[in-house]
């Protein structure tokens, strides 16, 4: 029985502290994200299917011809379709905290002819916005919100590139398994809102069903 019982927390202890490390470590997060690259790249179809893409590119409006900041592009699942609604004379700034992941998407661009994509590695992602990423008129994030050390200054570095009525977009995945929680703050609609009216942003929150998640899409304006 003590074995049984050791042998239990073992199984349920070590994913818990790894997701704790995940959620709190960036040095963690860096080795995770590129040690799971290739693996984010064979399910992307899962974890960001076609219908939640269409729905961001809807959420975000007409984006031709203009400047985006992908915050936390992963292996450029989302990029690909942001370069082609922005088409050649656009730009996207595609940053992420893992060069594995800079390096796929550098790969992926140069394959579709998409040079107006800039892709950059930044090892403090978690606590600000590149010094590189110029003036954008739209931002978004796919699930990057739920390890940011620094929402606020995050949130700060965004909001100084904006100007009013530009569009932010952040979605995220909570209730993993449908059990696993993300950040406790990303609970509460009223924190969120809050967190982002500091920085300058009004938003709205929504919440839809995933294969195994929940989405959490966060929208709204520069104010």
Known sequence: ?????????????????YLLE???NPKAIQTTHNLTAYLNLMTERVTLPKSIRKEIIHKLGNIKGKKILEFGCSVGTLTKHLAEEVGKKGKVYATDISEKDIYIVKKRMAKAGHRHVHCIHDVNHHNRVHPKVPKVHHTVSIGVIGHLRNIDQVLKHMSQRMS???????VDYDKFLDLIPNQPWLDDDKKIKSTFKKAGFKVE???????????????????
Do not use: D, N
């Not at 029985?1 to 818990?16: D, T, Y």
């Not at 009013?164 to 952040?170: D, E, M, P, R, V």
């Not at 929150?205 to 104010?223: D, H, L, M, N, V």
């Open 1 to 17: 029985r003590l074995l049984l019982m050791a042998v239990s927390f073992m199984f349920f202890g070590i994913p818990i502290y």
């Open 22 to 24: 995940v959620y709190y």
């Open 164 to 170: 009013k009525g530009s569009t932010i977009l952040f």
């Open 205 to 223: 929150i929504e919440r839809k069903q995933g294969f195994a998640w929940t989405y959490i899409f966060i929208g709204g304006k520069k104010i």
